[in-house]
């Protein structure tokens, strides 16, 4: 039943985002104030699920919605390894390097080694965050609320948390990371810190509390997609808020109204965040004041941001890569990919930029 549940909610999400919206503004034309290089492009497959692009030590592990699942040379394009599991996905790709991790619409979680399946395990509910690879150990949220813990050698299930949840669950990936030695999960608008051995909970804050008349309103899921400096924490609760907290106590340092299903990104000084309508708005990191807010892009469907350096890059679903300045949201530069349109949050290996296309076409750029 929670299955049906949140692919109902996965339904009326790309409602909002239908033909139905405003018709966006044109954009302006494109005056490159910044260099940007295409350097290479490679193709996994269709991507319609909420794929993560994870990458370590100079390698970018990707897949399809078919179960193609790659790790790719940051600097080249080049197939490290590529396997077909031949079994939609549903969630990835998580990866400590070694390891990669994913997990098929079936359930199953599918851990493989330099591109080998090494084992499988069912999982009880729909599965749409990626799994996190960290400390030998595999971890898994489900969309019942359920956190498990595996160890990556072997498989053998190490620990199992489960948090009780309203009947309708958000159909999207949810907070799943390590900071430090503490496990860090969003259940509902509430983050809990886990010590990642024996799945004891450390912490637990709440970041924003439900509300509304209904189900829908009243959903109010920590979303993926965060922005860490050093302990400090800054992540999304859909539709509600952003809120920055210090992982290493649980202790909520500043939160703030806001209206979006994106994650986050930032630095040591800033906080960025693309909202519903297609805005994208700034927050100071220290106090969670408002710096700016951008209008450029209203009515676009925009995927979460990269703030990088003195930029940053966020993607739409026309196509097109922006280029900003992080200190005021001014142009630097625009590329375009192509026209199924962008889904998934840039990354960076270095100084590469890796973004992937709805279709699968795996686009990386270098900035100048």
Not at 20 to 48: C, F, H, Q, T, Y
Not at 282 to 298: P, Q
Not at 299 to 321: C, E, H, K, W, Y
Request: with cysteine.
């Amino acid at each position: 039943m929670r299955n049906l549940f949140a692919l109902l909610l996965v339904a009326v999400l790309a409602a909002c985002a239908g033909t139905d919206r405003p018709k966006p503004a044109e954009l302006a034309p494109n005056v490159p104030l910044m260099g940007v290089r295409s350097v290479w492009n490679a193709s996994i497959g269709a991507v319609d699920f909420p794929l993560e692009v994870r990458v370590v030590d100079g390698r970018a592990f990707v897949a399809g919605a078919q179960g193609v699942v790659a790790a790719l040379d940051a600097q080249t394009g080049a197939d490290v390894w590529r396997t077909a599991l031949d079994a939609p996905l549903s969630a990835g790709v998580g990866s400590d390097g070694r390891y990669a991790a994913v997990v098929t619409r079936a359930n199953e979680l599918v851990v493989l080694d330099a591109g080998k399946v090494v084992w499988r395990q069912k999982l009880k509910a729909l599965t749409l965050t990626a799994p996190l690879v960290a400390g030998g150990r595999v971890f898994t949220l489900s969309t019942d609320r359920s956190v498990l813990a595996f160890d990556a050698a072997s498989g053998q299930r190490l620990w199992q948390q489960q948090r009780p949840g309203e009947a309708l669950v958000l159909g999207q990936a949810g907070l799943l990371t390590a900071v430090g030695d503490t496990l860090v999960v969003g259940f509902g608008g509430k983050v809990t810190g886990f010590n990642p051995l024996n799945g004891n909970a450390r912490w637990e804050t709440a970041v924003v509390s439900a509300r509304g008349t209904n189900e829908v309103e009243r959903l109010v899921d920590v979303v993926a997609g965060f922005s860490r400096d050093g302990s400090q924490l800054c992540v999304r609760s859909f539709q509600y808020a952003v809120a920055c907290l210090d992982a290493s106590s649980g202790r909520t340092l500043w939160s703030k109204p806001a209206n979006g299903a994106t994650g986050l990104s930032g630095d040591a000084s800033v906080v960025v965040g693309t909202e519903g309508d297609g805005r994208l708005s700034a927050w100071n990191r220290k106090d969670g004041e408002k710096l700016w807010t951008l209008e450029r892009y209203r009515f676009r469907v925009l995927t979460a941001p990269l703030v990088a350096g003195r930029s940053l890059m966020v993607g739409d679903d026309a196509g097109n890569l922006h280029f900003l300045n992080k200190e005021d949201g001014a142009p630097l530069n625009r590329v375009m990919t192509d026209d199924s349109g962008l889904a998934v949050a840039p990354a960076l290996s270095g100084k590469t930029l890796i973004v992937v296309s709805r279709k699968g076409a795996v686009y990386a750029f270098r900035p100048e």
